[in-house]
């Protein structure tokens, strides 16, 4: 059977290294030029990091590397979670580039020759934004629209920026809660400490809006819509497949058995059902076992059955 070979590996890993670099811009253009600046930050250690930046003066992106350590830690520990190096690489990375496209920053390289025009007045302290507090919403629809694109390419490229997803893990084997439900708990409290901190009811209207955008944008660009999908498979490599994805995607999966209209003969067509974060490895599985197999992707709208009461956290790929 086909295999995908040496090169062609190393060919799409470091395609994905570079993706992951493309996509923190995003990610940084995001938080640093729209975000941060006004502590709208939606949650995640992004929300963490604006707390250690006001008490303490740590860079944003310095912070980030910093709080994500102990998470790290913590989810080795009480998770036993494994977390592969394109997660760790992209935490590190949107993290650098978040410091290192802020204004000041790009300024000192001599990439801005001045400040003057990114330079604002918020209660009475001076800040650094693309737009100043008069265009605030537009800065709250522009820094969630970026950051959410930024996110869905680094999924896309299989990496992670770690923050809240083991938290969230955490939460789901300790308190047997379902994701979406950890979720909730840990941004809900990230927000309103961020609200307490600053002393402002709206940053917690603010966190809302930016989570919500954020979510949908970043669901759009890594995924697409909606949550479940559905996949025929048609390979002379079905075993392997078969094989891949039970263990590399812990789904069951069904035979089909068909008829080849042009051959005629006897085929056996894999059926499996997926979330769609997992679309991605599928494609990977698929190709990887064979180069020439056909596949067909649908959207799955509601699916009752093991598996999908209680969505997993994968931060291994």
Same mark, same amino acid.
Not at 133 to 154: H, K, N, Q, T, Y
């Given at each position: 059977? *086909?295999?995908?070979?040496? !090169?062609?590996?190393?060919?799409?890993?470091?395609?994905?290294?570079?993706?992951?670099?493309?996509?923190?811009?995003?990610?940084? +253009?995001?938080?640093?030029?729209?975000?941060?600046?006004? $502590?709208?930050?939606?949650?995640?250690?992004?929300?963490?990091?604006?707390?250690?930046?006001?008490?303490?003066?740590?860079? $944003?992106?310095?912070?980030?590397?910093?709080?994500?350590?102990?998470?790290?830690?913590? =989810? &080795?520990? &009480?998770?036993?979670? =494994?977390?592969?190096?394109?997660?760790?690489?992209?935490?590190?990375?949107? =993290?650098? +580039?978040?410091?290192?496209?802020?204004?000041?920053?790009?300024?000192? +390289?001599?990439?801005?020759?001045?400040?003057?025009?990114?330079?604002?007045?918020?209660?009475?302290?001076? @800040?650094?934004?693309?737009?100043?507090?008069?265009?605030? #919403?537009?800065?709250?629809?522009?820094?969630?629209?970026?950051?959410?694109?930024?996110?869905?390419?680094?999924?896309?490229?299989?990496?992670?920026?770690?923050?809240?997803?083991?938290?969230?893990?955490?939460? !789901?084997?300790?308190?047997?809660?379902?994701?979406?439900?950890?979720?909730?708990?840990?941004?809900?409290? @990230?927000? #309103?400490?961020?609200?307490?901190?600053?002393?402002? *009811?709206?940053?917690?209207?603010?966190?809302?809006? $930016?989570? &919500?955008?954020?979510?949908?944008?970043?669901?759009? %660009?890594?995924?697409?819509?909606?949550?479940?999908?559905?996949?025929?498979? @048609?390979?002379?490599?079905?075993?392997?497949?078969?094989?891949?994805?039970?263990? !590399?995607?812990?789904?069951? %999966?069904?035979?089909?058995?068909?008829?080849?209209?042009?051959?005629?003969?006897?085929?056996?067509?894999?059926?499996?059902?997926?979330?769609?974060?997992?679309?991605?490895?599928?494609?990977?599985?698929?190709?990887?076992?064979?180069?020439?197999?056909?596949?067909? @992707?649908?959207?799955?709208?509601?699916?009752?059955?093991?598996? &999908?009461?209680?969505?997993?956290l994968n931060l291994s790929e």
């Amino acid at each position: 059977m *086909p295999k995908i070979t040496k !090169k062609q590996y190393l060919q799409r890993e470091i395609g994905r290294l570079v993706g992951i670099i493309f996509a923190s811009i995003f990610f940084a +253009m995001g938080y640093s030029w729209f975000l941060l600046p006004y $502590n709208m930050a939606p949650g995640g250690v992004g929300g963490l990091s604006q707390i250690l930046y006001y008490f303490i003066g740590i860079p $944003n992106g310095v912070s980030m590397i910093l709080i994500n350590i102990p998470l790290f830690i913590i =989810s &080795f520990i &009480f998770i036993g979670k =494994s977390f592969g190096s394109k997660s760790l690489y992209g935490m590190v990375v949107s =993290s650098v +580039m978040t410091d290192l496209l802020s204004f000041p920053a790009l300024h000192k +390289m001599g990439i801005i020759a001045d400040l003057k025009p990114y330079t604002h007045i918020l209660n009475g302290r001076r @800040i650094y934004a693309m737009l100043g507090p008069e265009d605030i #919403l537009l800065s709250a629809i522009a820094g969630s629209v970026l950051l959410g694109i930024g996110l869905g390419l680094i999924f896309r490229f299989r990496g992670s920026t770690g923050g809240t997803d083991i938290p969230v893990a955490l939460i !789901k084997q300790k308190a047997n809660l379902s994701i979406g439900t950890g979720y909730y708990i840990v941004e809900t409290g @990230i927000i #309103l400490l961020v609200a307490i901190i600053f002393k402002s *009811p709206k940053l917690l209207i603010w966190g809302y809006v $930016n989570l &919500f955008i954020t979510v949908k944008i970043t669901d759009l %660009v890594s995924e697409g819509l909606p949550y479940i999908k559905g996949a025929y498979i @048609i390979s002379d490599a079905t075993e392997d497949i078969r094989n891949d994805i039970f263990t !590399k995607l812990e789904r069951g %999966v069904t035979y089909l058995n068909g008829v080849s209209g042009f051959h005629q003969r006897d085929i056996k067509i894999i059926f499996v059902v997926l979330n769609r974060r997992q679309v991605p490895l599928l494609t990977d599985i698929v190709k990887d076992a064979d180069p020439d197999a056909f596949m067909i @992707i649908m959207d799955v709208y509601d699916v009752l059955g093991y598996g &999908f009461n209680s969505r997993s956290l994968n931060l291994s790929e």
